[in-house]
């Protein structure tokens, strides 16, 4: 078996419920704590959104509201004006392109403010359960270089790495695992490589 196998076993094994934290119940849930979360934990936005789905239910709603309002909305965020910007932005395009239905393709999704591979890729997954490739956020990114999966900065080139080392049936799973390992063990600042399950086959074990 590959190293890169049995460090996705291994994985596998050790989170079986690794999921996205971010909590939504439809599309459009899904695509706005996505573009919130953008340099701002899970749990953050999560304490945000809870007010603001009850606020604003549909696309409508977010195309018709005032960016200064839905930025102090937002604000704990961080980012909240561009962000505000992206979102109502978006729902315009939705609402006078796709009537008000967050599109299901990734080019589709490519073509709204502030939407890039990363975020269409976790809107697909969790919301429509279609898999198109891999998210690529900090969490995957850093552990991606840390296990030697990529040499790559750059997150699409990450993501073409990854999507080349891996089964497609895998995809899916690639985000919410890494993830997990990502903020349970292997953190920035101090990577537990001792209580790290795969640090027989990290190249960067004990050396962070």
């Known amino acids: 078996m590959r190293r890169e196998d049995k460090i ?30 953008a340099q701002c ?3 953050r936005v999560n304490i945000v959104t809870e007010p603001l789905f009850k606020k604003y239910k549909s696309a409508a709603d ?18 909240y004006r561009s962000k505000a910007k992206n979102i109502v932005n ?4 939705i609402v006078n392109k796709y009537r008000g239905r967050v599109p299901d393709s990734m080019d589709a999704l490519l073509e709204l403010p502030g939407v890039a591979r990363k975020t269409a890729n976790i809107v ?16 995957v990114k850093r552990l991606s270089g840390r296990m030697g999966f990529t040499g790559y900065d ?18 899916g799973r690639i985000n ?9 063990v292997c953190s920035a600042r101090a990577p537990q490589c001792a209580a790290c399950g795969v640090n027989r086959f990290c190249p960067s074990a004990f050396k962070v």
């Open 41 to 43: 934990t899970d749990k």
């Open 124 to 139: 697909l997954n969790n919301a429509y359960g279609i898999v198109e490739g891999i998210a690529v956020d900090t969490h």
């Open 62 to 79: 977010y195309a018709g509201a005032d960016p200064k309002t839905l930025g102090r909305d937002i604000k704990s965020t961080g980012f």
């Open 176 to 184: 919410d695992l890494l993830v997990t390992h990502g903020r349970e």
């Open 8 to 37: 996705l076993s291994i994985l596998k094994k050790t989170y079986p419920r690794a999921k996205v934290a971010l909590k939504f119940r439809t599309p459009l849930e899904m695509l706005v704590s996505t573009i919130l979360s």
């Open 90 to 93: 978006s729902c315009k395009i």
């Open 154 to 171: 750059d997150p699409v080139k990450i993501e073409q790495d990854l999507m080349a080392l891996f089964p497609r049936k895998e995809w």
